[in-house]
């Protein structure tokens, strides 16, 4: 009996591409080829599947119902066949080769600098590639396939993921100078108003470990300012809007540095988030995930 025809690693790779950006011009420059190339992929595939992917005309693209269905499954077929290439290429090497690192923008630019140095002077032969978004992009990524690891701070929701918590990284209040000694004091949360509290925008998980640190209140959390960024966070607070928390791995990066903010510590138990490393189950590199969640560890366990 004939067996049936099978879709190509690159037809899937065309089809998930345009899948995501829905104009073909731009996933053709993605994957560096031609929009004609790519036009002719994603019409072999549907010729191979039996079925229309795409609705297109001269202004839009737009996946079809069972092109919904079959990009998922696409995106795991090359996320396995991604793993399968890195475990033959990663079998006998730990920590060696390229290695598509994620972290979001609250830990990225304070943790990372003090210790890639380190970690590319004990692993030389590693090529590292660091991606910077929020938590669920980086899941998204990681999932299909497009990171091998991501370093993330939890509670959050990381479903069937391989997790590796590595530390507790404590909230400090943040506020305008009080006053000489204020800084070092500790604060109750509960003093704390929360129409004061200055958040990140919505998307940032570090806003929903800050509501949380809060505590619970009636109907929904709303800020007179959502900042962007942390910079922008701290400007706020040092314009009089308000206060915020910031985690602990911030401060000690000097992000206050030059300003005329302080740090105050939180009464006991002190709210905090947990810094994480997370891989698929299935990857190849989920052992160097654990080596490098090691390596972070005993690099905070140093430096404090």
């Given at each position: 009996?004939?067996?049936?025809?099978?879709?190509?690693?690159?037809?899937?790779?065309?089809?998930?591409?345009?899948?995501?950006?829905?104009?073909?011009?731009?996933?053709?420059?993605?994957?560096?080829?031609?929009?004609?190339?790519?036009?002719?992929?994603?019409?072999?595939?549907?010729?191979?599947?039996?079925?229309?992917?795409?609705?297109?005309?001269?202004?839009?693209?737009?996946?079809?119902?069972?092109?919904?269905?079959?990009?998922?499954?696409?995106?795991?077929?090359?996320?396995?066949?991604?793993?399968?290439?890195?475990?033959?290429?990663?079998?006998?090497?730990?920590?060696?080769?390229?290695l598509r690192?994620?972290?979001?923008?609250?830990?990225?630019?304070?943790?990372?600098?003090?210790?890639?140095?380190?970690?590319?002077?004990?692993?030389?032969?590693?090529?590292?590639?660091?991606?910077?978004?929020v938590t669920?992009?980086?899941?998204?990524?990681?999932?299909?396939?497009?990171?091998?690891?991501?370093?993330?701070?939890?509670?959050?929701?990381?479903?069937?993921?391989?997790?590796?918590?590595?530390?507790?990284?404590?909230?400090?209040?943040?506020?305008?100078?009080?006053?000489?000694?204020?800084?070092?004091?500790?604060?109750?949360l509960r003093?704390?108003?929360?129409?004061?509290?200055?958040?990140?925008?919505?998307?940032?998980?570090?806003?929903?470990?800050?509501?949380?640190?809060?505590?619970?209140?009636?109907?929904?959390?709303?800020?007179?300012?959502?900042?962007?960024?942390?910079?922008?966070?701290?400007?706020?607070?040092?314009?009089?809007?308000?206060?915020?928390?910031?985690?602990?791995?911030?401060?000690?990066?000097?992000?206050?540095?030059?300003?005329?903010?302080?740090?105050?510590?939180?009464?006991?138990?002190?709210?905090?988030?947990?810094?994480?490393?997370?891989?698929?189950?299935?990857?190849?590199?989920?052992?160097?995930?654990?080596?490098?969640?090691?390596?972070?560890?005993?690099?905070?366990?140093?430096?404090?």
């Amino acid at each position: 009996m004939d067996r049936p025809a099978l879709p190509t690693l690159r037809q899937l790779a065309y089809f998930v591409e345009l899948s995501g950006r829905l104009n073909f011009r731009v996933a053709a420059e993605a994957l560096f080829v031609t929009q004609s190339t790519m036009s002719a992929g994603i019409k072999e595939l549907e010729a191979v599947l039996g079925v229309q992917l795409f609705e297109r005309d001269n202004r839009n693209v737009r996946l079809t119902a069972i092109g919904e269905d079959v990009v998922a499954r696409a995106r795991e077929l090359l996320a396995a066949a991604t793993d399968l290439a890195e475990a033959a290429r990663t079998a006998t090497r730990p920590l060696s080769g390229p290695l598509r690192l994620g972290a979001i923008p609250t830990i990225a630019p304070y943790l990372l600098p003090r210790v890639l140095p380190a970690l590319r002077r004990a692993h030389g032969d590693l090529k590292l590639y660091l991606r910077e978004d929020v938590t669920r992009a980086l899941l998204e990524r990681l999932r299909a396939g497009n990171l091998d690891v991501a370093l993330i701070a939890l509670p959050f929701d990381t479903g069937d993921l391989y997790v590796r918590e590595l530390f507790r990284d404590e909230f400090s209040l943040v506020t305008r100078e009080a006053g000489r000694g204020k800084g070092h004091k500790e604060v109750a949360l509960r003093k704390i108003d929360p129409g004061d509290m200055l958040l990140l925008e919505e998307g940032h998980c570090l806003r929903d470990h800050a509501i949380a640190a809060c505590g619970p209140r009636r109907g929904p959390w709303e800020s007179r300012v959502e900042a962007t960024s942390l910079t922008t966070l701290i400007q706020m607070v040092e314009g009089g809007l308000g206060v915020t928390l910031l985690p602990g791995i911030t401060v000690e990066a000097g992000i206050l540095k030059g300003t005329r903010l302080v740090a105050r510590p939180l009464s006991p138990p002190a709210p905090a988030r947990t810094l994480a490393l997370v891989a698929r189950r299935t990857s190849p590199r989920r052992p160097d995930a654990d080596l490098l969640a090691d390596f972070l560890v005993e690099q905070r366990r140093s430096s404090r």
